[in-house]
Protein backbone atom coordinates (compact mmCIF):
# COMPACT_ATOMS: atom_id res chain seq x y z
CA UNK A 1 0.00 0.00 0.00
CA UNK A 2 1.36 3.50 -0.83
CA UNK A 3 1.74 6.32 1.78
CA UNK A 4 0.17 9.34 1.28
CA UNK A 5 0.17 12.38 2.67
CA UNK A 6 -1.54 15.87 2.68
CA UNK A 7 1.36 18.03 0.87
CA UNK A 8 1.64 15.85 -2.43
CA UNK A 9 -0.08 16.10 -5.18
CA UNK A 10 -0.05 12.36 -6.53
CA UNK A 11 -3.02 12.50 -9.82
CA UNK A 12 -5.18 14.89 -11.02
CA UNK A 13 -9.01 14.67 -12.70
CA UNK A 14 -8.93 15.44 -16.27
CA UNK A 15 -11.94 16.48 -17.88
CA UNK A 16 -13.95 13.55 -19.84
CA UNK A 17 -13.54 14.71 -22.80
CA UNK A 18 -9.77 14.86 -22.93
CA UNK A 19 -9.72 11.12 -20.86
CA UNK A 20 -12.17 10.37 -23.92
CA UNK A 21 -10.29 12.26 -26.39
CA UNK A 22 -6.93 10.61 -25.33
CA UNK A 23 -8.34 6.45 -25.49
CA UNK A 24 -9.60 7.75 -29.04
CA UNK A 25 -6.12 8.43 -29.76
CA UNK A 26 -4.43 5.47 -28.29
CA UNK A 27 -7.23 3.28 -30.69
CA UNK A 28 -5.76 5.13 -33.52
CA UNK A 29 -2.78 4.75 -32.15
CA UNK A 30 -3.16 0.82 -32.25
CA UNK A 31 -4.99 0.56 -35.88
CA UNK A 32 -2.61 -1.97 -37.88
CA UNK A 33 -4.21 0.15 -40.50
CA UNK A 34 -2.25 2.89 -39.75
CA UNK A 35 0.38 3.57 -41.94
CA UNK A 36 4.14 3.90 -40.25
CA UNK A 37 5.12 7.26 -41.42
CA UNK A 38 2.18 8.66 -39.75
CA UNK A 39 2.48 6.29 -36.76
CA UNK A 40 5.56 8.23 -35.38
CA UNK A 41 4.61 11.92 -35.57
CA UNK A 42 0.65 10.51 -33.97
CA UNK A 43 2.95 8.78 -31.20
CA UNK A 44 4.78 12.34 -30.70
CA UNK A 45 1.49 14.12 -30.59
CA UNK A 46 0.25 11.59 -27.77
CA UNK A 47 3.51 11.76 -25.68
CA UNK A 48 3.35 15.66 -25.37
CA UNK A 49 -0.05 15.08 -24.61
CA UNK A 50 1.01 12.79 -21.20
CA UNK A 51 4.25 14.97 -20.86
CA UNK A 52 1.37 18.17 -20.44
CA UNK A 53 -0.40 15.98 -17.89
CA UNK A 54 2.78 14.88 -16.04
CA UNK A 55 3.27 18.80 -15.94
CA UNK A 56 0.63 19.61 -14.61
CA UNK A 57 1.02 17.23 -11.66
CA UNK A 58 4.45 18.23 -11.02
CA UNK A 59 3.51 22.11 -10.87
CA UNK A 60 0.93 21.69 -8.80
CA UNK A 61 3.14 19.47 -6.59
CA UNK A 62 6.00 21.72 -6.38
CA UNK A 63 3.15 24.68 -5.43
CA UNK A 64 1.46 22.82 -2.50
CA UNK A 65 5.23 21.88 -0.85
CA UNK A 66 5.94 25.72 -1.70
CA UNK A 67 3.25 27.39 -0.04
CA UNK A 68 -0.65 26.07 -0.13
CA UNK A 69 -1.53 30.01 -1.11
CA UNK A 70 -0.75 28.89 -4.50
CA UNK A 71 -4.26 27.39 -3.91
CA UNK A 72 -6.28 29.18 -1.08
CA UNK A 73 -5.61 32.50 -3.14
CA UNK A 74 -5.60 30.97 -6.72
CA UNK A 75 -9.16 33.46 -7.11
CA UNK A 76 -8.07 36.05 -5.12
CA UNK A 77 -7.36 39.14 -7.64
CA UNK A 78 -4.96 41.37 -4.96
CA UNK A 79 -3.41 38.36 -3.82
CA UNK A 80 0.45 37.11 -5.55
CA UNK A 81 -0.89 33.71 -6.11
CA UNK A 82 -3.53 34.88 -8.09
CA UNK A 83 -3.54 32.07 -11.03
CA UNK A 84 0.40 31.77 -10.27
CA UNK A 85 0.02 28.18 -10.71
CA UNK A 86 -1.14 28.71 -14.47
CA UNK A 87 1.91 30.47 -15.12
CA UNK A 88 3.78 28.17 -13.63
CA UNK A 89 2.48 25.74 -16.28
CA UNK A 90 2.41 27.55 -19.49
CA UNK A 91 6.06 27.93 -18.79
CA UNK A 92 6.37 23.90 -19.17
CA UNK A 93 3.43 23.41 -21.14
CA UNK A 94 4.30 21.91 -24.58
CA UNK A 95 2.58 23.68 -27.45
CA UNK A 96 0.27 21.20 -28.92
CA UNK A 97 -0.14 22.80 -32.71
CA UNK A 98 3.10 22.35 -33.78
CA UNK A 99 3.07 18.18 -32.86
CA UNK A 100 -0.55 18.36 -34.27
CA UNK A 101 0.28 19.76 -37.56
CA UNK A 102 3.07 17.14 -38.23
CA UNK A 103 0.98 14.42 -37.78
CA UNK A 104 -1.33 16.49 -40.66
CA UNK A 105 1.86 16.51 -42.84
CA UNK A 106 2.69 13.34 -42.39
CA UNK A 107 -1.10 12.35 -43.66
CA UNK A 108 -0.95 14.50 -46.80
CA UNK A 109 2.28 13.11 -47.37
CA UNK A 110 1.44 9.28 -47.26
CA UNK A 111 -2.24 10.25 -49.36
CA UNK A 112 0.51 12.24 -51.91
CA UNK A 113 -2.10 15.42 -51.60
CA UNK A 114 -1.47 19.27 -50.16
Given amino acids: MAD ?3 T ?16 HLKKIENSPELPTSILGTLKEFDAAVSQNNTYLIEVQNAAMNESHDY ?20 GKFIQLRPKADKVRDAIRKFLGVN
Wanted: no cysteine; charged share 25%.
Fill in 71 to 90: FLEYDNPGSPYFHKIDDIYL
Fill in 4 to 6: FDD
Fill in 8 to 23: TVFFILLPKDHSDAVA
